[in-house]
C-alpha cells in the first residue's frame, strides 16, 4: 500500500543521494587536480581558504575568510578579523595583518590550509607572502583578481573580463578561461568570501 510506495521513494531518493556524493567527489577532484596542476603546488589541496578585505568609506575596516574542505563550504571555520589600523584605507596593510594572524593561529593549532587565496592583485600578494615568510610556515598563496579596465569603469560599462591568477614566482599574471571548472571554483570562493 502506501507504506510500500512511501519506502520505495525513500530507497530511490537514497540512491540518487548515493550517486550524486559519488559524482561531487569525482568533480572535486578534477578541480583539485586542475588547481594543483594550474598552481604549480607540491600537493592536490583539501583544505583552501579565501581572504577578503572591505571597509566602509575608509573606516570599519574587516578581513574576512572563508574555508572550503574537499569544495564543500565548512561555514563553521569562517572567521572575521577587525583590522588594528583603522581611519585610513590600506588594503595591503590589512591584507599583511590578517594573513599573518591567521597563519600565526593555524601553526599554533595545526589547521593551516593548502592553499590561501587572496582577492586582490600583485601587491595584496606580495604582503601575503611578506607575512607567510615571517612566520616561516609553508602554505602557498595566490592571488584572484577581476579584470577591469580604466576605461570600463570611467564609461560605467562594466562587464565580465577575465579572471587573473597571480602565482608567486611568475612575472606576469595568468589568465583563467572562463568556463574552466577550477575558475568556477576560484570564483566561487571569492564570491563566497564578499558574501
Not at 607540491?42 to 572563508?66: H, K, W, Y
Not at 597563519?103 to 604582503?127: C, F, H, W, Y
Not at 577591469?148 to 569603469?153: P, Q, W
Amino acid at each position: 500500500g502506501s507504506k510500500s510506495r512511501l519506502l520505495a521513494m525513500a530507497e530511490l531518493n537514497a540512491r540518487h543521494a548515493f550517486v550524486n556524493s559519488l559524482t561531487r567527489e569525482a568533480d572535486w577532484d578534477r578541480v583539485a587536480e586542475g588547481l594543483a596542476k594550474t598552481i604549480g603546488m607540491r600537493q592536490i589541496p583539501r583544505r583552501i581558504e579565501c581572504v577578503d578585505i572591505s571597509n566602509f568609506q575608509g573606516s570599519d575596516t574587516v578581513g574576512a575568510l572563508v574555508v572550503f574542505f574537499d569544495g564543500v563550504a565548512d561555514k563553521a571555520s569562517y572567521r572575521k578579523y577587525n583590522v588594528a589600523q583603522q581611519g585610513s584605507p590600506n588594503d595591503f596593510a590589512s591584507v599583511y595583518e590578517v594573513v599573518k594572524r591567521r597563519l600565526k593561529r593555524g601553526s599554533e593549532e595545526n589547521t593551516l590550509p593548502d592553499l590561501l587565496v587572496i582577492d586582490g592583485g600583485a601587491g595584496q600578494l606580495s604582503m601575503a607572502l611578506q607575512a607567510r615568510d615571517e612566520l616561516g610556515v609553508g602554505v602557498e598563496i595566490v592571488a584572484l583578481a577581476k579584470m577591469r579596465t580604466e576605461s570600463d569603469v570611467e564609461s560605467q560599462k562594466i562587464e565580465r573580463k577575465p579572471e587573473r591568477l597571480y602565482i608567486p614566482g611568475r612575472e606576469e599574471a595568468l589568465f583563467l578561461e572562463e568556463g574552466d571548472p577550477v575558475t568556477r571554483f576560484l570564483s566561487r570562493i571569492r564570491d563566497e568570501v564578499h558574501r
